[in-house]
C-alpha cells in the first residue's frame, strides 16, 4: 500500500466501554484479512506513563520488550493480534507536555509563544504518525483515552480533527463507541444518550464514520434507522456490540455485524479476502468445552480489582484452552493471610497456587505463608516477581533457618538480605521508568524443569519490572540445600528462576511471563503449570478412587 490508512475510536455516554476489545477486535479481522495492521492507545492523564500508578487506580502496568510501562490496553493488543507493541504505542499526555516544554527549553520554537495549538495538538500529530511513517503497517488503529466531552480530552480531539483533514478523504476515519441502555421501568433501549455524544463529537468538527453501540440487548432495525438519521451515519455503519461470554467472542461478533466490511469500504481498500479466524475459533471451541476443571489460588494484594492482574488472568485463559481445561481462579488477598490456620482454611481446596508480583511490604507475610502451604502440602506453585522473591524468603528462613531473611525493601536492617536493591538501582531517587524494564535474555540450566518447560530451549527472552534481585552471596547455600537457580542472565548473572526438584512442580521467576502469552502462543510457563496442575488433581482423584 502506499499510503497508511488511519483509525480512529472514540468513546461516549460513559468510560469502560471497551474501546480497547473494540479497536483489538477490528485489528483481528484486518490482520486476518492480510492488513499489517497495529492499535496505539492516547492516554489523556497527566501521568508521563503508568509506571507510578497504584493498580488500583489504573489496573496493571504492562510492559513491552523496549521497556515501555504502559496503559494495559496493549496487552489486549499483543493478546489479539499476537505481535509485539512499543514505546510508541501508548502515549500520554504528560508525555506531550513534557516533550514539548523540553524543545521550547531548547529553543526550538525560536521564541514563539508555546500553546495547544498549534504546538501540543502538532505534538500529537506527530506521535500518531510514528508507527505510520515507519513503513511497517497498512493500518494503525488509533484509541482515544477518556470520553467524548472530558476537558482532558479535547487536544486529541483538536489534533484528530486536524489529522484527517490533512489526510485526506478515505485515508482516515472515526469510529464513536458509544452506550445503548436499557431502561427497565420503559421496557426499551434508548437512544438519546448516544445522539448527545455524536452531538459533542460535531461540536468539535468531527463527524463520526461508524457507530459501535454497546448494549444488553438486540438493537431492533427500527433503532439503527433511528441512530443512522440522527447521528447521520449510513444504517450499515451502526454496528450492535453486544454482552459477550468472553471478550474472545468479539472479534466474531464484530464479523458478523460487518465492522470490517463497512471499515474497508470507507477506507476505499479491497474487501476480497474472507478473514482467516481458523485458530481463534479452535481456541473459543476448546476455551468453551473444557474436558476438567482445577482450582488456582491467586494470592496477591491488589485481588479487588481484577484489572490489577489481567494478564495473568488472561494467560490463564490461554493455558487453560491449552489444556483443555477450566480454570476458576480464586483470588485470595496475602494481607489476610496472618497464621497457618488462616492459610490453611483458605487454600486447603486449591489445586495449584500463583503468588502473584506487586511492590512495598503490606501483605508480604501472607505471601510468603502462601509459598510455605504449597511447598510443604506439594501443590503446584508459580511464583512471579515479587512472588518469585517470597519464594526465596519463604525457603531460607524454613529450610535454612534464617528467621530473620527478607528483603531490603521490606526490611532495610534484615541479617540476611536474600534479596536486595540492584547495585545500579542504589544512586536512583526518581520511581519512574527507572527500574529494570524490558526483554532480558536468560540462560536455562541444562537438564532443568525450565528447560523441560520451555521445550529444550537454551535461552530465552522475557520481560522485566523490578528494583529488587536475588542476593548472589546466598545462591550457594540455598542450591546446597536444594533450591536451584535454573535460569541466569549471564549480562548481569541475576538469577531468573529458581525452582525445587525435590516437589511436584515449584517454579519462581524474576519476569513476568504473563506479559508475553497470547491466543495464537500461550506462554509455556503458564501451560506447563497448568498441565502440572491437571495431572496431579486427576492423580490424586484416581488414588481416592483406588
Not at 480531539?157 to 489526510?167: D, G, S, Y
Not at 531460607?396 to 527478607?406: D, G, P, Q, W, Y
Not at 542472565?489 to 515449584?506: A, C, D, M
Request: proline share 4%.
Amino acid at each position: 500500500m502506499s499510503q497508511t490508512k488511519y483509525i480512529f475510536v472514540t468513546g461516549g455516554v460513559t468510560s469502560s466501554l471497551g474501546k480497547g476489545i473494540i479497536a483489538a477486535s477490528l485489528a483481528k479481522l484486518l490482520q486476518a484479512r492480510g492488513y499489517k495492521t497495529t492499535i496505539q492507545k492516547l492516554d489523556p492523564y497527566i501521568n508521563v506513563d503508568p509506571g507510578t500508578l497504584n493498580p488500583y487506580e489504573h489496573g496493571e502496568c504492562y510492559v513491552t520488550d523496549d521497556g515501555a510501562e504502559t496503559d494495559l490496553d496493549l496487552g489486549h493488543y499483543e493478546r489479539f493480534l499476537n505481535s509485539n507493541t512499543s514505546q510508541a504505542n501508548n502515549v500520554t499526555t504528560g508525555r506531550i507536555y513534557q516533550s514539548v516544554i523540553e524543545k521550547e527549553r531548547r529553543g526550538e520554537f525560536l521564541g514563539k509563544t508555546v500553546q495547544v495549538v498549534p504546538h501540543i495538538t502538532n505534538e500529537i500529530k506527530e506521535r500518531i504518525q510514528l508507527l505510520g511513517k515507519s513503513g511497517e503497517y497498512d493500518i494503525v488503529i488509533t484509541e482515544i483515552g477518556g470520553t467524548v466531552g472530558d476537558i482532558e480530552s479535547l487536544p486529541y480531539i483538536e489534533a484528530v480533527r486536524q489529522l484527517l483533514w490533512e489526510l485526506g478523504d478515505n485515508n482516515g476515519i472515526v469510529i464513536h463507541l458509544t452506550l445503548v441502555p436499557y431502561l427497565a421501568a420503559a421496557g426499551e433501549l434508548k437512544t438519546k444518550p448516544t445522539q448527545h455524544s455524536v452531538k459533542t463529537l460535531m461540536e468539535s468538527g468531527i463527524k463520526a464514520d461508524i457507530l459501535v453501540c454497546r448494549t444488553e440487548h438486540e438493537i431492533s432495525e427500527e433503532k439503527k434507522e433511528k441512530l443512522a438519521l440522527f447521528c447521520n451515519v449510513k444504517k450499515e455503519a451502526v454496528v450492535q456490540s453486544i454482552d459477550a461470554s468472553t471478550i474472545y467472542d468479539v472479534p466474531l461478533l464484530m464479523q458478523e455485524e460487518g465492522l470490517d466490511t463497512v471499515t474497508l469500504k470507507k477506507l476505499e481498500l479491497p474487501d476480497v479476502t474472507e478473514p482467516d479466524l481458523t485458530n481463534w475459533k479452535q481456541f473459543l471451541q476448546k476455551h468453551k468445552n473444557p474436558k476438567s476443571e482445577v482450582t488456582i489460588g491467586l494470592i496477591g494484594k491488589y485481588v479487588e480489582l481484577q484489572d490489577s492482574y489481567k494478564s495473568i488472568l488472561e494467560s490463564f485463559i490461554h493455558a487453560g484452552a491449552a489444556n483443555e481445561v477450566a480454570i476458576k481462579v480464586e483470588s485470595i488477598h496475602s494481607e489476610y493471610l496472618s497464621t497457618k490456620e488462616d492459610v490453611a482454611q483458605k487454600m486447603d481446596r486449591l489445586d495449584g497456587v500463583l503468588v502473584a508480583p506487586g511492590f512495598g511490604e503490606r501483605g508480604i507475610e501472607g505471601k510468603i505463608l502462601a509459598v510455605q502451604y504449597a511447598r510443604e502440602n506439594n501443590i503446584p506453585f508459580l511464583g512471579i516477581c515479587l512472588g518469585m522473591q517470597m519464594a526465596v524468603i519463604e525457603y531460607s528462613r524454613n529450610v535454612l533457618n534464617l528467621e530473620k531473611a527478607n528483603s531490603t525493601e521490606m526490611d532495610e536492617n534484615t541479617p540476611d538480605p536474600v534479596i536486595n536493591l540492584m547495585e545500579e538501582q542504589k544512586n536512583i531517587t526518581n520511581k519512574g521508568g527507572t527500574m529494570r524494564l524490558g526483554a532480558w535474555a536468560c540462560e536455562l540450566k541444562s537438564g532443568s524443569l525450565a528447560q523441560s518447560i520451555y521445550g529444550g530451549a537454551t535461552e530465552i527472552s522475557e520481560r522485566h519490572r523490578h528494583r529488587f534481585e536475588y542476593n548472589n552471596a546466598y545462591k550457594e547455600v540455598l542450591e546446597k540445600a536444594g533450591l536451584v537457580s535454573s535460569g541466569i542472565n549471564q549480562k548481569t548473572n541475576l538469577v531468573e528462576i529458581v525452582e525445587l526438584p525435590s516437589h511436584p512442580w515449584f517454579v519462581g521467576v524474576q519476569y513476568h511471563p504473563e506479559y508475553k502469552s497470547t491466543v495464537a502462543n500461550p506462554h509455556p510457563l503458564f501451560v506447563g503449570f497448568v498441565k502440572a496442575v491437571l495431572e496431579q488433581k486427576l492423580q490424586q482423584t484416581n488414588a481416592s478412587l483406588a
